[in-house]
């Protein structure tokens, strides 16, 4: 291994810099084969399928510039038929989370995403194959002709000739826009269904899609590489030859005190076996693990950009921003100065350099003489001096398109540039090499993932082949919500929401002595705006109870996609409080009296049972019992806790008197003022539907205290954010309200309303 650094000289520290890896844990290990026992079987919707056929059409169509060849081409046909694309593509892509979800495995939803992308490439290769059968059958149909055109057949004949020539570029550039369709929906439509039940490290990066290498039979063909990335060479003893270029970088990386990323650092549990180890990288052939490290492309710009910085620096001194701020960019640019001169030194010592320089500054020029040259060939011609007296003579011998002599004068000149270039620039050019180079590591990487994925899926589209997987329980389906089955499943469990108004009997007589009508009061501001929402998160009315609502939300089997019953239900209870809180602002300004709510929400396991009162239908269900106690309010805790500013809306005790608690009732002793219950057994349900991460403490947060957050999903396809506040039930003295000790039990209070970043945890 070369030494690029001094003995004189340390290192560069790079532990202290906020360096990510780049990570994709892409696996189907733990899903079943199909049918022949070797690929999974996959069937998608044959509706989908006909939508991605005419947008492909479209798209192939207008990438080879064919569209006075074909006379029902529209512009706007192709705008309309990707935006119907793009509709049923969230639908199938939802369905395959649906899946995931319901079985309780995130690896379902990457065999969907796979084996749309599988679908998506095959449909490309198929839209231009008859792309060329069109072609063809107009040339038969010229020759054919009565009416003989000569003229005619010579255009299509090299209308055709041009297709086969630019087959690459046009599969390549109708690909791309079909997987940026796909990125898009990745990201913007459905990242936050995602990140609401899968952890982060289950879902895919933002770029695993949008890779150019997926559309290329060769990643290093040299058009690819100088329109996509940057020229590489292609032999071995070439200094810019892609390993060459990987083997640098690590070896300057290896220098430092970066570890290989999974290697313990100094100072870590399992450190000190290592640190005898003179090379471990090398000694262990460990450089892969330096992957990570590199291919995460803002890694890269913390390293070495320091233009970036300095125009940081500069912002923050215009603005007059504080002087740690400024000594912190100060350093940061001096740091990222330093570190790219080491790799400038490096990239000049083995030669790679030139060649760096040579490939950027022939991308104005390359297309002059490319075909019939090859891009190296030119980028030759401007660094070797040798090689550059043989080509001329090439280019003499060679007549350009119109018949005349290839003039050298633009490669000339560019060899007069790359003279004159200073180092600023070479060091520019070095940047921006690192920065790509990195994104080309990084593509390279995801498409040997992706395609090892794509190669182990059948798309399934035989009717017989579907019926042997579906019977032998083998194929993964990924539909549309129409081409399921309509019909109403059973009920598996459902979720209680009970909303109690607090003082309703004080409330009902002053307002009666003012002879204002307490009826329409609670109409208004509390049952008639909760009965307009009742649809955004798939609950029902059970029945009225003068001051109090109940509600429930079921789950029915086999629809995955309805099963946050207890997320909803949360999300709901919060929305209660939303919109009676927004009412009492304007009866305050009337001199009215507010409402204030006790919340509880209760799940069950298991259907609610039904009584028949004529044509009256009941429910029976131990949860409506149970919801009924979670919204209480002990009066005695009411009026000694509601004056004290406190910091929560509920609090649980256990009566210290009671000896025996009954396990099968709920006996506590409630305070709940506009706060939400819920049941331990709901809490464990929700964080089965959702993911709920737990924050982290803060410095003066009572260790008694825990938050979780997480993202509720709505019926009309929103989001909304939940914390749930887990604290322990104390016993406490109903007589004398002193503490006299902690029990065992939890309880879950659902924060509405309320900032959890500055107040105090406890």
């Not at 690590?250 to 549990?269: N, S």
């Not at 499943?489 to 003082?503: S, T, W």
Request: aromatic share 10%; charged share 30%; proline share 4%.
């Amino acid at each position: 291994m070369l030494n690029f650094f001094p003995f004189t000289a340390k290192p560069p520290r790079l532990k202290s810099l906020p360096l990510k890896p780049y990570l994709v844990d892409f696996s189907l290990d733990r899903l079943v084969f199909g049918v022949d026992n070797i690929h999974f079987d996959v069937y998608i919707s044959p509706r989908f399928c006909m939508a991605l056929q005419k947008a492909a059409s479209l798209i192939m169509i207008r990438q080879s510039r064919t569209e006075s060849y074909h006379n029902d081409y529209l512009r706007e046909s192709c705008e309309s038929e990707k935006e119907i694309l793009r509709r049923l593509c969230a639908d199938v892509m939802q369905d395959g989370i649906n899946r995931a979800k319901m079985e309780s495995e995130y690896q379902i939803d990457y065999l969907g995403q796979a084996a749309l992308a599988k679908l998506f490439l095959q449909e490309v290769k198929n839209q231009y194959r008859n792309l060329v059968d069109h072609f063809e059958k107009q040339v038969r149909a010229c020759q054919l002709s009565p009416k003989h055109a000569d003229v005619e057949e010579f255009k299509t004949k090299e209308k055709l000739a041009e297709i086969k020539l630019n087959q690459s570029r046009i599969i390549r550039l109708a690909g791309e826009e079909l997987f940026q369709l796909l990125t898009d929906i990745q990201n913007r439509s459905l990242r936050n269904m995602r990140e609401t039940h899968f952890q982060s490290a289950q879902i895919l990066p933002d770029n695993f899609f949008n890779n150019p290498v997926l559309h290329v039979n060769n990643p290093a063909d040299d058009f690819f590489l100088i329109e996509e990335y940057a020229l590489l060479g292609k032999r071995s003893r070439d200094p810019d030859n892609y390993e060459n270029v990987k083997s640098l970088i690590h070896d300057l990386l290896a220098k430092t005190d970066l570890c290989p990323y999974g290697m313990k650092q100094e100072g870590e549990p399992g450190a000190d076996e290592k640190k005898d180890m003179k090379d471990p990288p090398e000694s262990q052939n460990l450089s892969h693990l330096y992957d990570p490290w590199i291919m995460e492309t803002g890694n890269i710009e913390k390293l070495v950009d320091f233009l970036d910085s300095k125009e940081q620096f500069d912002k923050a001194r215009d603005t007059k921003a504080q002087g740690d701020r400024l000594r912190e960019l100060k350093a940061q640019t001096k740091n990222r100065r330093r570190l790219l001169k080491i790799f400038y030194r490096a990239f000049r010592k083995s030669g790679l350099l030139k060649q760096i320089v040579a490939a950027y500054e022939m991308k104005s020029i390359y297309g002059i003489y490319c075909p019939p040259l090859a891009p190296r060939q030119i980028r030759e011609f401007l660094v070797n001096f040798w090689s550059r007296r043989s080509m001329v003579r090439q280019l003499k011998r060679r007549k350009s398109s119109r018949g005349d002599a290839v003039s050298l004068a633009p490669l000339r000149q560019t060899v007069r540039r790359i003279r004159r270039t200073s180092a600023a620039e070479k060091k520019l050019h070095v940047i921006n090499f690192l920065i790509t180079f990195s994104r080309y590591h990084r593509d390279l990487s995801n498409a040997r993932i992706l395609n090892a994925a794509m190669e182990s899926i059948h798309l399934v589209t035989e009717e017989k082949t579907l019926q042997l997987s579906r019977g032998n329980r083998s194929v993964f389906e990924f539909l549309l919500p129409g081409e399921r089955g309509k019909e109403e499943e059973p009920v598996r469990n459902h979720v209680i929401i009970k909303a109690d108004i607090r003082g309703s009997i004080r409330i009902n007589h002053t307002m009666r002595a003012r002879g204002l009508n307490p009826a329409s009061h609670f109409s208004l501001n509390f049952f008639d705006p909760i009965s307009e929402v009742l649809c955004n998160y798939d609950a029902a009315k059970v029945f009225i109870e003068g001051d109090a609502i109940i509600l429930s939300i079921f789950e029915n089997e086999d629809t995955p996609e309805g099963w946050y019953s207890v997320a909803r239900a949360c999300g709901l209870a919060v929305r209660i409080l939303q919109i009676v809180q927004r009412y009492n602002v304007k009866n305050r300004e009337n001199n009215l009296p507010i409402l204030e709510l006790g919340i509880g929400i209760c799940y069950s396991s298991e259907p609610p049972a039904y009584l028949f009162d004529g044509n009256s239908k009941i429910m029976i269900s131990p949860a409506i019992n149970m919801a009924d106690r979670l919204s209480g309010c002990s009066k005695k805790l009411r009026m000694r806790i509601k004056n004290q500013n406190s910091p929560y809306n509920l609090y649980v005790f256990k009566d210290a008197q009671e000896e025996n608690e009954d396990v099968s009732d709920d006996y506590s002793l409630r305070y709940n003022v506009n706060g939400i219950e819920l049941s331990q057994e709901g809490f464990a349900k929700l964080a089965c539907e959702i993911n709920l991460k737990r924050e982290a403490q803060k410095a003066d947060q009572e260790e008694d205290y825990q938050f979780y957050t997480g993202k509720v999903p709505t019926v009309n396809g929103h989001y909304q954010q939940l914390a749930i506040r887990e604290a322990p039930v104390y016993e406490l003295n109903e007589d004398t309200f002193k503490i006299t000790g902690k029990t065992s039990r939890k309880y879950y209070e659902v924060c509405a309303g309320q900032d959890l970043s500055d107040r105090p945890y406890g």
